[in-house]
C-alpha cells in the first residue's frame, strides 16, 4: 500500500469536513452520529495502514468530528 503525505491526509480530512457538514445540515441526528462514530473511524483505520505516524484522533479533529 502506497505511503500518503501530509497533503493527501489534509486532502482526504477536508473533503470528510465538507460532508460532515453537509450531513450536519440534514438535521438527521441519527446520520450525524453514525458519520462520527463508524464513517471517520473506518476511514482512520485505513489511513493508519498507510503511516505509521497517522495520528488519528489529530485526523478526526480536522474532519470536525469534535466541533460540536
Known sequence: MPR????????????????????LRTGDTHVSAQFDVFFVPAICDELAETNP????????AACGVFED
Request: proline letters at 0%; glycine letters at 0%.
Open 4 to 23: 500518503y503525505t501530509k497533503k493527501d491526509f489534509e486532502m482526504v480530512a477536508d473533503v470528510l469536513k465538507r460532508a460532515r457538514k453537509a450531513v
Open 53 to 60: 505516524k497517522f495520528d488519528r484522533k489529530r485526523f478526526a
